[in-house]
């Protein structure tokens, strides 16, 4: 049986945040959202993207790994959980363990929150929420072989941190063939187009 998990091309996010009112509506984090829509480069660009749980295959989950308590569970298909309330003891290693900066600290209810991929919506078949409100598919779910059915794009679900190689069950939509997204030389790329661009500022204002 094809495994069905989310698809987030930022190519479509428009930044109406969506997603993150949609998230608000789930049972296991009333009132918050765990979806997060950042920014891509604030300084020289209007652009946004998605920010979701990215659900580790290889390693497996990091932040259930570093977890003492065992309090982050994963589900027979690969969905990790947040952390079990009644087992969380607020030390925050999931937080600093997660490649992608995922995990919210709650100061108050002193316990991880975290996306769980609508897993009460996901097991029954169904859209999580944040694909279900978001109007231009910036976030879709389904099956591999049905995105490539349907949409365009090259999903890509190994990320590189260095020499760190990351396979998750959620994929990132790129718009190119490319095995892998390689975060060491987007960064590398970002500081020179940003320090490109504050030359291009500084030289405008020369009289």
């Known amino acids: 049986m094809a495994i069905k998990t989310l698809f987030v091309d930022p ?3 428009i930044g109406c945040r969506a997603c993150e009112a949609a998230c608000r ?25 998605p920010t979701v749980c990215m659900h580790c295959q290889d390693p497996v989950a990091p932040c259930a790994q570093v977890c003492p308590v065992m309090a982050i569970l994963i589900t027979p298909e690969g969905v990790v959980q947040q952390a ?19 995990p919210k600290f709650d100061v108050q209810a002193r316990l991880m929150k975290k996306c769980n ?5 996901t097991s029954q078949d169904l859209k999580p929420w944040c694909a279900q409100a978001c109007p231009t598919q910036a976030l879709w779910y389904g099956d591999y072989e049905e995105f490539m059915n349907q949409r365009e ?27 892998r997204l390689d975060i060491a030389a987007l960064l590398s790329e970002a500081r020179a187009q940003t320090g490109q661009a504050g030359q291009a500022r500084e030289e405008a204002w020369v009289l």
Not at 33 to 46: K, L, Q, T
Not at 84 to 94: A, E, K
Not at 117 to 121: A, I, P, S, V
Not at 165 to 176: G, I, Q, S
């Open 153 to 179: 794009g090259h999903p890509v679900n190994v990320t590189s941190f260095g020499e760190q190689n990351v396979r998750t069950r959620v994929y990132h939509v790129l718009p190119e063939e490319t095995p």
């Open 11 to 13: 190519a479509r996010c």
């Open 84 to 102: 079990d309330p009644s087992r969380c003891i607020g030390c925050r290693n999931c937080v600093y363990a997660c490649p992608f900066g995922v």
């Open 117 to 121: 991929l609508c897993y009460d919506r």
């Open 25 to 49: 509506e789930c049972d296991s984090h009333k009132g918050e959202s765990m979806v997060m829509v950042d920014f891509v480069n604030r300084g020289i660009s209007v652009a946004t993207q």
